[in-house]
């Protein structure tokens, strides 16, 4: 929950003044409080997230209004300041109606895009709890940025999924992986709606005045902001109890019809694949299971959202789907509980999926890494664009491009037959360990891969990740290419 920001403290220091007044009182007077930075720096986005303080809490609690898309509600974020603080600022679209600071009326001001800056009504001090209250309302699937909203309205709902950015639209944050934070979802919708999100379920859906009933769910775990997820409309959901004990929630939308079968056959293979992948990246890391089948007019993706991946309908178009299901969950190791420092080592997220997949396959006696490993290589003529694309740093406009995701894999084998399978099927728990709940670089992964399998790494880091181009093989490989 703690983060250095770029903006951090340029408060006096004291014990360490050497000037004096004349009064014979040491003056290091206070430096004024300065505004939060209106971003982390991020390489590729830097103004995601903000600089001064860091949340430990989100309580989210709305109502929505699948007929119109009306989103309305309130959220108190627990934070503490890491500098003292004239003002600070949260990401965020929705119409803002008040702001409070511990207990004080605060004022604010939209900034660029997604900024929400607010002046801090009392003095802020480093090291201060800070109870920020926000109440708001708006049509999320309306509020466009660049002409586009991460916020989808369905027929029956709305779903808030998305990556790197999909907080905006129905919750004030300190938007980017950096700073991670527990939250709580409740939200009152008209009586026979179902909500979805992360995590437990602390109570049952209870029933309000107007026909409505709340939906709570509780994240009891560290977690980036776009791993947070509402699905919200008609949907079937099943509970079960994972091999390891913890709680197994998967919802399938009403709305797949000839698709549900596969959304099913796929998704509630869930707790088995969360189990065989515990086998190879360490103990899983998070507080419940499960899968959510959006319905046939929402996103065309799928993101790892923590505890319980969101599927978009096009996975089960071809039948049932065991390799989505692996790559989702194995983001919850990898981008979920060890989440990039920054964006561009989004490799460590799509690589390690993709990889997972090629496990899986391996497994299940469908062909083994190295033969996919050929497959794509041989995929991929020398003179294709896919090879431009630096998987270790493929640029803001790319980090889902398909070289992340197969070139991110072919690396991950180049590095796994450097080291040899007894070395790397060490590397990675070692990793997931290292960094659980916290965050991660592509030069960290390297300095352990090295240090578990006393190689140097270098040559296979940058002729993998970090150079375009299709890399040669050689020998017996070349030959099999
Ligand atoms: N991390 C997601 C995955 O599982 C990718 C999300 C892509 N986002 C999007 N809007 N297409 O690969
Ligand atoms: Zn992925």
């Keep these: 929950l703690t983060v250095t920001t770029a903006g951090t403290a340029v408060t006096g220091t004291p014990g360490q003044a050497t000037a004096r007044s004349g009064w014979g009182r040491p003056t290091h007077a206070p430096a004024a409080p300065t505004p939060g930075s209106p971003g982390l720096g991020d390489s590729y986005f830097p103004d995601y997230g903000n600089g001064g303080y860091d949340v430990d809490h989100y309580d989210i609690r709305l109502r929505y209004e699948p007929a119109t898309d009306q989103l309305s509600g ?68 309306t509020t466009r940025v660049n002409g586009y909203s991460s916020w989808t309205r369905t027929a029956d709902g709305g779903l808030a999924v998305n990556e790197p950015e999909s907080a905006w639209w129905w919750y004030p944050s300190n938007d980017h992986p950096l700073d991670k934070a527990n939250w709580d979802v409740s939200v009152s919708v008209p009586a026979g709606v179902e909500v979805i999100s992360n995590g437990v379920q602390p109570r049952p859906p209870l029933a309000e005045a ?51 079968p596969a959304a099913r056959a ?16 360490g103990p899983y890391p998070f507080e419940a299971q499960g899968g959510v089948a959006g319905p046939v007019d929402g996103i065309g993706f799928a993101l790892e959202t923590q505890t319980r991946p969101v599927y978009g309908p096009g996975f089960w178009r071809r039948g049932s789907n065991t390799y989505v299901i692996v790559h989702e969950n194995a983001h919850q190791w990898f981008g979920a509980s060890v989440s990039v420092a920054d964006w561009r080592h989004i ?19 469908e062909g083994t890494a190295q033969e996919l490993f050929d497959f794509t290589y041989a995929t991929y003529p020398a003179d294709d664009d896919f090879w431009q694309v630096q998987p270790g740093d493929p640029g803001a406009n790319d980090i889902f491009d398909g070289a992340v995701y197969d070139r991110g894999a072919m690396a991950l084998h180049q590095i796994r037959l450097a080291v040899g399978d007894d070395a790397f099927f060490r590397i990675l728990p070692q990793w997931t360990a290292a960094h ?32 375009r181009g299709r890399p040669e093989l050689s020998g017996e490989a070349a030959a099999r290419a």
């Design 436 to 467: 659980r709940h916290g965050n991660g670089t592509v030069e960290q992964f390297q300095a352990l891969a090295e240090q578990v399998s006393g190689q140097d790494l270098d040559a296979v880091f940058a002729t993998w990740l970090f150079t």
């Design 74 to 141: 309130t959220t108190t974020i627990l934070a503490r300041a890491t500098q003292d603080l004239s003002r600070f600022n949260l990401d965020f679209l929705l119409g803002v109606e008040s702001v409070r600071v511990n207990g004080w009326s605060a004022t604010f001001a939209r900034e660029g895009v997604h900024e929400l800056a607010i002046n801090a009504p009392r003095p802020i001090v480093k090291g201060q709890s800070l109870t920020i209250v926000v109440k708001y309302a708006g049509v999320p699937s």
């Design 347 to 365: 490799w460590l997220n799509e690589g390690f999926a993709s990889y997972a997949e090629w496990l899986w396959s391996e497994e299940q006696g």
């Design 266 to 281: 796929s998704i509630e293979r869930t707790a088995e694949i969360v189990e065989w992948e515990s086998t190879i990246f």
């Design 210 to 260: 107007g026909n409505r009933v709340r939906w709570s769910w509780r994240s009891t775990s560290p977690g980036a902001t776009y791993e947070s997820f509402l699905a919200i409309g008609q949907y079937d959901i099943v509970t079960d109890t994972a091999p390891n004990g913890q709680p197994v929630v998967n919802a399938y939308s009403t709305t797949l019809g000839p698709l549900a």
